[in-house]
């Protein structure tokens, strides 16, 4: 599997607010990635955010919101899992466009993924992009955006999707909808669809029943979900996953979920076709915070290793491509 992480200080959190706390340093960042990566030139993602709004200014280069500064990660093999996240209170599915064809130019040469808005599915938090108008036609017309430019600047090997969290009941329509509003082209220019699941953090499993959970989970995405929409065909990249620790959440255990996590989506890999996974977050947001945002990291903020660091690194080693 290709295996990544979010490197940054922030998350946010389920009331539309962010979790943040000391700074990211980034040669601590770079030394973390590499313990991580394992060997030079691996193949190995960092993902970084980076967002647009009313307010962003096309025609000059864009940073990216977190972490700092992402491409000065993007060494040694690794490259960037970019996400380019959609705001815009005016739906302006234009701007969009225009902004995701400059992130190609600008990012393009250390980019392998870019992955067109981020969670549009949900609709109650403002920190995610189901919250905004016009999201589906910000997806059908930015895969295309991203991949005509790809094409034009010779960036072959840039990838583009989109994600979801788990869908259930009606709420599975969403990427058939995708689609019936893009046709024929939408479904050629796509290569991957994302996955953000977190299983047993905001709803309890039993760890004796965690693997089959899992499974269950990734097997109703490819059947109930990507199949009859048409994208059966695709990859799916778990594109977060991690498990907080906390006053009730102990690190060991921590470190048992990643594991099994893990090792479930291995031993799908071929049957399910899953092509990689990537962890949310490789540091605290704040280890002084206890709320269920604050401590995602397999290091403290201080980027202090937790025992789920040294079970990361393990799994990079026994199942990375």
Known sequence: MLFGIYPGGVTG????GLAGGPPDDPALVSNALDSLQGQPGRP??????IGFDDTTRLGEPHATATPAAAAQYAVRGRRL?????????AGDVDGYCDFLRELVEQYGAVTSTLQ??????VTSNPTLDGYYPAVHEA?????????????????????????????????TSFVTDLTNLGGASFTADLDYVGLDF?????????ASDLPHVVEGLLRHHRDLVLAPSGLGHLP?????HGWPTGPERRPHRQADVVETVVKVIAAQSKQ???????HFALRDADSAQTGLFHQFGLTTDDYSPKPAFETMKMLVERFSV
């Not at 899992?81 to 209170?89: K, T």
């Not at 067109?116 to 599915?121: A, F, G, I, K």
């Not at 955006?145 to 583009?160: C, M, Q």
């Not at 799916?236 to 977060?240: D, K, R």
């Open 13 to 16: 959190d389920d009331t539309g």
């Open 139 to 171: 997806i059908v017309r930015g895969v295309s955006a991203v991949k005509t430019r790809a094409r034009e600047l010779g960036y072959t090997g840039l990838r583009v999707g989109f994600n979801t969290t788990p869908l259930f009941g009606l709420a």
């Open 272 to 278: 399910l076709h899953l092509s990689g996974y990537t």
């Open 81 to 89: 899992d970019l996400v380019a996240q959609y705001q815009s209170a």
């Open 198 to 206: 977190f299983p047993d953090v905001f709803q309890p499993v039993d």
């Open 44 to 49: 190995f993602l960092v993902r970084a955010y």
């Open 236 to 240: 799916l990249h778990i594109t977060e």
């Open 116 to 121: 067109v808005t981020e969670e549009p599915n």
